[in-house]
């Protein structure tokens, strides 16, 4: 649904704060642009991340869930979830499985439960050891 | 233990474990906690009682798979409800229609199974995504373009499927389909078009086969689970160009809509575009909603020329030679200047392939045939998630505005402000208009939500207009307005429904057509 309408009087907004976003973060390309980094030699949370959560949560412009973040953090906290220390495994679980607002809860079938704690291992990767 | 309707807890039992059987214990899931992650997300019916929740999810890997499911369904007369992907959020989800129906997730079977360059066509299982094709295409540096819709989650398959649409040339999707590998309801696998010539050479490559075409009959439909469809693809183009003509009267919209006509008709403008006015089709504004409620246009043609805003506006894709999309843009320049007062304006142009810098500049690839889920960053903050209601109209200004006023009578009688339409090219010789709705986890406010689509579904037919594709909840409701001739349709639908599929397993109630022992108590 390519909304014109809404794209001439809110996306305008949105545009910019995503710009804003893309030259306050450093500008890598999203996983889906000839530059995606080699998922060689990678943890496996990192590759089920850039194929379930990246094209929502990744970096740079068109982001959703990103956008979103920074919209709801304003600077607190880092938009983008790979760059958080305070995300437990629990928490990435049960967004993924409960959804929020328009992120829908995603089936076993496209997470599994192994493919989960891969991520969410690699999303608190950086959380300070207590 | 949920359990399908009319099935007994014993029968169901030794169904699971058949199916267990077939495809293996982890890949059958029963329990609420799995069962609840095929609920529909943006459900208008979230909670209630008539919220179809299914009774179980098998999740096959291959055709032999599917048929030993199927042939099981039968002996216990368990119904089935086939997803590709299962992202068909807007319109149902990963839900069945009917409540306690098993959900048969085919995302497991995601396999490309070819690519051809030179006759640019694709082979695929219903799991693949349009994420999925772009990285494999894109991997391989093939020489194709794909098409994909806003999310790019979804599948080929499914979308196809139920008749969605995107944005670049080949943006009507079950057009661009050639060939299925169908697992019918009796269990056994069909081939259509060419391929029921057994080892044919061109499956992908001729639509129709020989005798009457039955490929269409397993869109939107309950009749067979496809197992492979062919989709044709896009030589890459060599550039894409676009520029926005904007007019600045009320009814400019009549040549404006006239003139695009004539030049998608003639294949010069190839990709989707929207008509666009913020006056009309925008979100709610109390400056315009006042000016509007004087019930003249005047005040509306003099604020537009106040503020220098143009009143309607139309984006052009231009896909093709690079030479070729300037003089197509200078040609329909030359159409439109037809128009007094019209003004033109410039937009993005790109060459192909894209480097990666420019690339991450661009917000919304979609029309450049690269997948993204951008499209959610243009919903309203907070949003629980939408279902569109979908008519079909003539393609012409007069009709548009027509809808316009009647959506927006329709929205302001029952108390919900004015409707904010999305006006799209997505097929050929028609506009469709999406009039979106939030859902809510609120069992209020999604009741009015329906009473008004209800409504809506109601003065569009008694003005002419139906649905191209509906949420589960609506589909009884649609199927009843397309009634000619005494539902003659919708009865030979339930007469091939009853040869094929005597049991009703497959999707019953999908768009309307319950199977014999369901039919009289759902009508
Ligand atoms: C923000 C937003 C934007 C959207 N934009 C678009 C858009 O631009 N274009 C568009 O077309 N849609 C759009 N949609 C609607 C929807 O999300 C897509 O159409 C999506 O691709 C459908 O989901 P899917 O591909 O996973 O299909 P699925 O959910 O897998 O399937 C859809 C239906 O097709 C049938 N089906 C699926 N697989 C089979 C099979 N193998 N055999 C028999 N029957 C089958 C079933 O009835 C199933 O319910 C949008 C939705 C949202 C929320």
Known sequence: MKTMGIRLAVVLGLILAAQALAAQEQRVPSAWTPATPSAQGQPRGYVEY?????????????????????DKYKGEKPALLEKRTDLTPEIVKIFVRNGISVMPFFRKTEISDADLDAIAAYLTRNNKKP | MRIPPGVSSKDFSSALQEFEAAVGKPWVFTSDEDLDLYRDSYSPVWNEDEEPIPSA?????????????????NKYKIPLWTISTGKNLGYGGSAPRLRGSVVLD????????????????????????YFDLYQYIHER??????????????SPVGNSLERGGGYTPMHDHFDAVCGLEVVLP????????????????????????????????????????VTKMGIWLLPPPEAYLSGTVMVWKHHDLIPLVEIFAELQDSGIIRGTTSFASPFWLGPPNPELDSLRASGSVKPLEDYAERKK?????????FYGPAKVVAAQWEYAKEKFSSIPGVTFQDGPSH???????????????????????????????????????????????????????????????????????????????????????????????????????????KE????????????????????????????????????????????GILSPGKCGIWPKHLREEKA
């Open chain 2, 351 to 457: 060459r192909f392939p894209l480097g990666a810098e420019e690339l991450a500049k661009i917000p919304d690839t979609v029309p450049l045939g690269i997948p993204s889920l951008h499209i959610f960053s243009l919903l309203p903050p907070g949003s629980q998630g939408h279902i569109g209601f979908s008519p079909i109209l003539p393609m012409s200004g007069e009709a548009l505005l027509e809808a316009m006023t009647v959506f927006d009578r329709v929205h302001s009688e029952l108390g919900a402000g004015r409707a904010a339409l999305v006006v799209l090219t997505s097929f050929p010789r028609a506009l469709v208009i999406i009039d979106l709705f939030p859902v809510e986890r609120n069992v209020e406010r999604n009741r009015k939500t329906r009473e008004i689509y209800r409504r809506l579904i």
């Open chain 2, 309 to 317: 805003i143009p009143y309607w506006s139309l984006p052009l894709p």
């Open chain 2, 141 to 154: 540096q093939l020489n194709v373009w794909i098409d994909p819709p806003d999310p790019g989650w979804g």
């Open chain 1, 50 to 70: 850039q194929k379930f959560c990246s094209q929502c949560h990744g970096q740079g412009v068109g982001k959703p869930g990103t956008l979103a973040l920074a």
């Open chain 2, 186 to 225: 009796s269990g056994e696998v069909m081939r259509t078009g060419m391929g029921a010539l057994p080892g044919a050479k061109t499956w992908q490559q001729y639509k129709y086969g020989f005798g009457p075409h039955v490929t269409p009959i397993f869109s939107q439909s309950s009749l067979g689970i």
């Open chain 2, 106 to 129: 085919l995302k497991r079977m995601n396999r490309v199974l070819e690519i051809n360059e030179k006759n640019h066509y694709a082979l695929l299982e219903p799991g693949v995504s």
């Open chain 2, 57 to 73: 999810a098998v999740a096959p890997d291959g055709v032999e798979q599917v048929q030993a499911i199927v042939r099981t369904a």
């Open chain 2, 460 to 503: 569009a037919a008694a003005h002419g207009w139906g649905e191209y594709r509906t949420h589960t909840t609506f589909m009884g409701d649609i199927s009843n307005t397309y009634s000619f001739n005494n539902h003659v349709l919708r009865r030979f639908h339930e007469t091939i429904k009853d040869a094929v599929d005597p049991n």
